[in-house]
DNA sequence: GATAAAAACAGTAATCATTACTGATTTGAG
DNA sequence: CTCAAATCAGTAATGATTACTGTTTTTATC
């Protein structure tokens, strides 16, 4: 066996599993750091990427820059909100569809695509409602 | 009129003009020296960046971190090589659907979405299909 | 329970793409 | 031609992430 447990790779599962935010590595840490003061951040993305490539937690990159993670490993979209910014989960099936259609239309072989959506989330629709009225 | 015309903006456009190898900066920096020699990576940085806001030019981020850059601003997809790394063309027309269909499942309001695809492109198939053989 | 090798850690330095700054140069309207 | 605005080259700064180093934890084996 070559991985070990540690209590620090466990809170960081605990708090991404708690979590519907798909935090950042460094809201992670943040969040962490209240239950572990003395983590480090460099702890933080060495177990953030182990979990990912362990297929344990899901690596979102919503091309900002910034890469998310998500303890939600089902097949599901994302939608980053133009106003807040923050990133929300989509409930619908993979529309396997395109990847297909895709490959029709492409002389090599297309394997799988990656989707996100950008709109307004439910929380700021609401904002703009009260602001309005 | 606030834009003024500059050699070093022109000399990036031109360059990203004549290829369909959607460049990263750095690319396009290599490229435009040989033109223009003592350009500065800054403002290949600035321009492409100018040229995206505008319009003019699609600024693709591929996920990884590292922006691409491509003159042609018409609607299409793209597919990256998990091979090579390569970024490549996919004339299809944008599926509007899956925006409307994800819109009925999200309490927000969707707006668009962003897609790519990856796979195998045709150059990596064809050198694969060597080797086996 | 003791022990020792492997794994993981904290803290810090380094990397890499990109952006910001600064003083000099270029552009174009009048 | 002139001059303010735009742009540039060169360099420093930023911000997310990764790599390094010496110390601490974990766990298989006794």
Redesign the pocket.
Known sequence: ?????????QVIRDYLMSTKEHP???TVYAHVRKK?P??????V???L?LLAELGDIRRLRMGD???RFDADTSAHYHVVCTECGGVSDLKMEPINRITELADRNYPGRIEGHITYFYGVCAGCCGKNREKRA
Chains 1, 2 share one sequence.
């Open positions: 066996m070559a991985l070990k447990y540690s209590r620090q790779r950042t590595a460094e572990y003395n983590i480090s951040l460099g702890t993305y060495r177990n990427s820059g910034v890469d």
